[in-house]
């Protein structure tokens, strides 16, 4: 019992190092194309290096769904206890859906809100 355990963990440890090595490279990735991008002297440069990334991107999305914001936006972050505070990202959007080409699990980017225990500023509203 503790030795399936053991190479469950063992296992699961393995996949999360390899997924940290890939998480690495794609950020190393991106760096390198900010790089190139601040390189770039003409505007239309740019758009094409934007153009072709947005390519990429597309051929490694199967599809994306976009869940509208059902609540009212508030700028001003809200206080819903005693020091904890309720900040909203996005004044459209809820979550957005993207599933990746290859059978890859689906992933959801939360842009709603988030709970802090200081609202941004670091001022508290009165």
């Known amino acids: 019992m503790l030795e399936q355990g053991n190479k469950r ?4 440890r393995s996949e999360l190092q390899k997924r940290g090595q890939e998480i690495r490279k794609q950020l190393n990735n991106v760096s390198e194309i900010r790089k190139l991008e601040r390189t770039m002297e003409t505007e239309q440069e740019r758009i094409s290096l934007r153009t072709k990334l947005r390519g990429e991107i597309q051929k ?3 599809s994306m769904v976009v869940y509208p914001l059902a609540e009212q936006y ?5 206080e819903i206890e005693p020091g904890l505070y309720v900040t909203m990202h996005s004044k ?3 979550r957005i859906q993207l599933k990746f080409r290859g059978g890859g699990k ?3 980017l939360l842009l709603k809100r ?3 225990t200081n609202p941004p500023g670091g001022v508290k509203p009165e």
Do not use: G, M, S
Request: net charge negative; aromatic share 14%.
């Open 9 to 12: 963990l063992k296992a699961e």
């Open 60 to 62: 490694l999305i199967e």
């Open 74 to 78: 508030q700028k001003e972050p809200e």
């Open 92 to 94: 459209w959007i809820d």
């Open 106 to 108: 689906t992933r959801y």
């Open 114 to 116: 988030y709970v802090d």
